[in-house]
């Protein structure tokens, strides 16, 4: 249960509480029902939210002391990405996106991640643009500094908590923040350069890092955008296809993505490429080689002809023709190559049985 200061108007409180009734994933905190705290005159209000036994990200980086497996931050990643596409889809922007506000649930799959804490919650729509530098610094898109700024800002904050997901929980700028204020780094930031990856992350996931922390927003993808790419599509399959964590949430992502308009296709696994290769050697190895029946070239000669060593000194022309008889003389045949014939004169001349006969034995 969280409990509300107060529900005045365009305040924080109110803005969450409007979101949690009308926002139903399985990926974002469930709301259950609120309700103004009993015999109280402070006008605070309660909000009741599903159980969620486990911690929030940051914690759980730090009980797994930052060795998480690439397939496991992925799983988290692709959720939230799933949830915040929900919110962008309704206009909505989260503006304090970090592991302390993701929640690591249950065991299933390594744990399923859910969006929480949405005080800072506003729409896009909002005057063209969000005007005030609400969230963690630490967070902060480039943009911020100019204080207009959309949804972009969701997708740079998201791209920090997978470079720490994958880089043993490390920021991915060299920038000292002790006794620096939040404008100092955003003045920093345009000049700041992306630290090197570990060796073990895989190029994927470093292509997909790079593209989401452009400095430029115009360059950064939409939460649409990195849906679609190949590494988490494939999540969501195993989600939406695989029921890797329920039918439920398997019939509620492939609704989303069916109103997302993307479509969800199999990318072949290492495995199956795999036994594609093998199959095909097999094949070859099995398959017999049908060699094409070729015809036997025409003798040149036949009864009724003078062998060569008796024709007479010819003109040039002639020569001309005796070189082409040559030429029509037999040629090799892969049925009947000399070596062939060798055995097979060989196996004639054998005696059966290796026994010789004794003729006109007496």
């Known amino acids: ?34 309700f103004a705290f009993p015999q109280d005159f402070a006008g605070r209000h309660c909000i009741v939210l599903e ?11 730090q009980a797994l002391e930052y060795d998480i497996p690439e397939k496991v931050a992925l799983n988290w990643f692709t959720h939230v990405c799933l949830a915040l596409a929900k919110m962008h889809y309704k206009g909505l922007a989260h503006r304090d996106l970090k592991p302390d506000n993701i929640l690591i649930v249950g065991e299933i799959a390594g744990g399923i991640a859910k969006l929480s804490n949405f005080g800072n919650v506003r729409s896009l729509d909002m005057d063209s643009h969000i005007t005030d530098k609400i ?40 920038f000292n923040f002790q006794g620096k204020s939040q404008d100092e780094y955003l003045a920093a930031l345009p000049t700041l350069t992306l630290k090197q990856m570990p060796a073990h992350v895989s190029d994927s996931c470093k292509a997909l890092i790079q593209k989401m922390l452009q400095k430029n927003p115009e360059n950064r993808p939409t939460i649409f955008d990195i849906l679609q790419t190949p590494i988490i599509t494939e999540k969501i399959r195993l989600i939406a296809d695989e029921y890797v964590i329920g039918i439920d949430i398997a019939k509620r992502i492939k609704q989303q993505m069916i109103d997302l308009e993307i479509q969800l296709c199999q990318i072949p696994s290492q495995n199956a490429k795999i036994k594609e290769v093998v199959q095909i050697i097999e094949n070859k190895k099995i398959t017999p080689q049908i060699e ?54 060989d196996t004639i001349n054998k005696p059966i049985n290796w026994f010789i006969p004794v003729l006109n034995k007496k």
């Not at 107060?6 to 979101?19: G, M």
């Open 1 to 34: 249960m969280k409990i509300l200061n107060e529900l005045e108007s365009d305040s924080q409180d109110i803005w969450e509480l409007e979101f949690l009734r009308i926002t139903d994933h399985p990926f974002i905190l469930g709301y259950i029902e609120d």
């Open 135 to 174: 969230g963690t610094a630490l967070y902060f898109a480039p943009e911020k500094q100019t204080k207009k700024f959309q949804g972009g800002v969701d997708v740079w904050a998201l791209g920090i908590v997978l470079y720490q997901l994958l880089c043993n929980g490390d920021f991915p700028f060299n």
């Open 51 to 61: 159980n969620a036994d486990g911690c929030d990200l940051r914690k759980k980086m």
């Open 292 to 345: 094409e029946k070729k015809e036997l070239a025409p003798l040149p000669f036949s009864d009724n002809l003078t062998a060569p060593s008796s024709i007479p000194s010819s003109t040039p022309s002639d020569t001309t023709e005796w070189e082409d008889m040559q030429k029509m003389s037999i040629q090799s045949s892969n049925l009947f190559q000399q070596k062939m014939l060798d055995r097979l004169i």
